[in-house]
């Protein structure tokens, strides 16, 4: 299972990023897929959830109308566009395979890619 996520960088509150998780070595529109997030001094948290056909998706309270979560089952992708970025969404952003919200369920986390919101 690989799973490689890109699109995090630098960006002033209010802006916008659009990250990207490109998977290989499993049927990728057989899971629902998540991103997590783990802010400097924090625990790793959910962020959302799709479902495996892209039709429902669930979000963390904190990012509830500023981030959209979405898939192209056709080329193995999970995105997430975060709009409206504050700083206290600074983290390293992970996707994976969703298994529950808990980040106690998961085994191993690719590298991530990191988002820095800051004027």
């Known amino acids: 299972v690989q799973l490689v996520e890109s699109g995090g960088g630098l960006v002033q509150p209010g802006g916008s990023l659009r990250l990207s998780c490109v998977t290989a070595g499993f049927t990728f529109d057989s899971y629902p897929m998540a991103w997590f997030r783990r802010a400097p001094g924090k625990e790793r948290e959910w962020v959302s959830h799709?479902?495996?056909?892209?039709?429902?998706?669930y979000y963390a309270d904190s990012v509830q109308g500023r981030f959209t979560i979405s898939r192209d089952n056709r080329r193995n992708t999970l995105f997430l566009q975060m709009n409206s970025l504050r700083p206290e969404d600074t983290a390293v952003y992970y996707c994976?395979?969703?298994?529950?919200?808990?980040?106690?369920?998961?085994?191993?986390w690719g590298r991530g890619t990191q988002v820095t919101v800051s004027s």
């Open positions: 799709i479902d495996r056909g892209g039709e429902t998706t």
């Open positions: 994976a395979r969703f298994v529950g919200r808990s980040p106690a369920n998961y085994g191993s």
